[in-house]
Nanobody
Framework: QVQLVESGGGLVQAGGSLRLTCTAF????????MGWFRQNPGKERAFVASISYSGGGTYYADNVKGRFTISRDNAKNTAYLQMNNLKAEDTAMYYC???????????????????WGQGTQVTVSA
């Protein structure tokens, strides 16, 4: 059973940058799409970005396009989320997951993903 572990979160000022890392243990995720989502208390988990198994296809939520970049290194069993020009509204717990086979993962629904990590907190001060 693959385990995903996120890291790289922290406190940053508005306009700053962070790079989140999602590393898979106990399984090979190179054949799966990967996704990043974020969630605040009392709110639904929201799609941020996803990437195909090869890295050739990437998808972003409208509110992060042009600021965030998703990438992956299959040799390291790892996915990344580079976040630039951070805004206060980017504050959330960030989670990574791998796609659930047979689903339209590129549409960004959390239901199309599984093997969620424990999350890493990103806090952006205004």
């Amino acid at each position: 059973q693959v385990q995903l572990v996120e890291s790289g979160g922290g406190l940053v000022q508005a306009g700053g940058s962070l790079r989140l890392t999602c590393t898979a243990f106990g399984g090979d995720v190179s054949k799966f799409a990967m996704g990043w989502f974020r969630q605040n208390p009392g709110k639904e988990r929201a799609f941020v970005a996803s990437i195909s198994y090869s890295g050739g296809g990437t998808y972003y939520a409208d509110n992060v396009k042009g600021r965030f970049t998703i990438s992956r290194d299959n040799a390291k069993n790892t996915a990344y989320l580079q976040m630039n020009n951070l805004k206060a509204e980017d504050t959330a717990m960030y989670y990574c997951a791998r796609d659930r086979p047979g689903t339209s993962w590129y549409e960004g629904s959390p239901l199309s993903f599984q093997s969620w990590g424990q999350g890493t907190q990103v806090t952006v001060s205004a």
